[in-house]
């Protein structure tokens, strides 16, 4: 009886236009790539930067990442390529998979350190910006292993085994545990994890970046103890089970010891950002005054042409109204200015009666 299974593909290079390579493993990164770009950029605007800035920090930390995830996994599976037998040009071959995400993380600060120092910005808040952009990267780059049918666990029978039907580099042709689905699925929720803390518990200065990195080892650390590719053991573990729980035990740390010495959340994320975005609503309220003062001038010359669609019979009359109404007020000015007068006359008559009365 045939059991249910995730099926394998028959190849992970697919030719576009008959000519480009199309790899799926590459593709999978690419697309990583710019999904963690993408949500780390939004994040980072919401924080108080500008737009553009994570991107322009990403030139930097990506490649520093690549190199650092490739020399990671030749370095610990250097008899993959250095033995008896092997070709060592095959460690430059990185489309054949084979990335260390610790070596990628830890060259890949380095390069964002040198991004954030050139634009100012403080690397614990740009990397809070983007720590759930790179969970959920993995989780998509994870599927490279998929095409390349790499990274499987043992063997199973439950309805979502991964077939296997590759036989070169020592595959054995059957039906295993998808530990590369397993990890798929256990990023994202270390990215939902991510963004729900920091959005509850207002985290800063590289601390939802360190929830991160703590929340993935603790999956990594199982899944990699389902794993049955060649990998160095030390003390009946796997070497990247002990990565994990080293790398674990830092993130934690970090975490304690970062809440009591700096708490709180950056208040600043981007220096100057916050002078632009007043310089933004300045030029829109101008934009504002420059739309009534046109509001304005329509009205005017709705009101001119009014006036020149008047007959000059209808003009005639509007003018003798004008010259009434102007006399009116001339009589009006000219009564009150003569009462004033009278006013004035009998006070002062008043006044001499007095005198008289006083000499008398």
């Not at 000519?19 to 990583?32: D, E, H, K, T």
């Not at 490649?63 to 008899?79: A, E, K, M, N, W």
Request: glycine share 10%; proline share 4%; hydrophobic share 40%.
């Amino acid at each position: 009886m045939e059991i249910a299974y995730i099926p394998s593909p028959s190849r992970g290079v697919y030719e576009l236009f008959g000519v480009i390579p199309l790899r799926g493993y590459a593709f999978c990164i690419i697309i990583g790539v710019f999904v963690a770009v993408w949500l780390g950029n939004r994040r980072w605007i919401a924080r108080g930067g500008r737009p553009g800035t994570v991107a322009d920090i990403a030139v930097w930390a990506v490649p520093f990442g690549l190199v650092g995830g490739r020399l990671y996994h030749v370095i610990t599976d250097y008899q993959l390529y250095f033995s008896e037998g092997q070709d060592w040009v095959d460690a430059f071959k990185i489309w054949e998979g084979g990335l260390g995400i610790w070596g990628a993380i830890a060259f890949g600060a380095v390069g964002a350190w040198i991004g954030c120092r050139s634009r100012g910005v403080p690397l614990p808040a740009w990397a809070d910006a983007l720590a759930p952009g790179i969970a959920l990267a993995q989780a998509i780059g994870r599927w490279g292993n998929w095409f390349n049918q790499e990274l499987y666990g043992r063997e199973t029978d439950l309805p979502w085994a991964l077939h296997i039907t590759s036989s070169t580099d020592g595959r054995v042709p059957g039906y295993y545990h998808p530990t590369f689905l397993y990890e798929s699925l256990w990023c994202i929720g270390v990215a939902v994890l991510v963004i729900w803390a920091d959005r509850r518990f207002k985290l800063g200065h590289g601390r939802a970046f360190a929830l991160y990195v703590a929340a993935y080892c603790a999956g990594r650390f199982w899944i990699e103890a389902m794993r049955v590719d060649e990998a160095h053991h030390f003390l009946g573990m796997r070497l990247n089970e002990w990565t994990s729980i080293v790398v674990f035990l830092l993130a934690v740390l970090y975490i304690v010891l970062s809440a009591r010495l700096r708490p709180g959340r950056e208040e600043v994320v981007e220096p100057g950002a916050s002078d632009e975005d007043t310089d933004d609503d300045g030029a829109a309220v101008k934009l504002d005054k420059k739309s009534e003062d046109e509001d304005s001038e329509t009205k005017d010359s709705e009101g001119k042409k009014s006036d020149a669609g008047k007959s000059d019979a209808e003009k005639s009359e509007d003018a003798d109204e004008k010259e009434t109404a102007e006399a009116e007020t001339d009589s009006s000015s000219g009564s009150s200015e003569s009462e004033t007068d009278d006013s004035s006359s009998s006070v002062e008559a008043k006044d001499e009666e007095a005198e008289s009365a006083k000499k008398a």
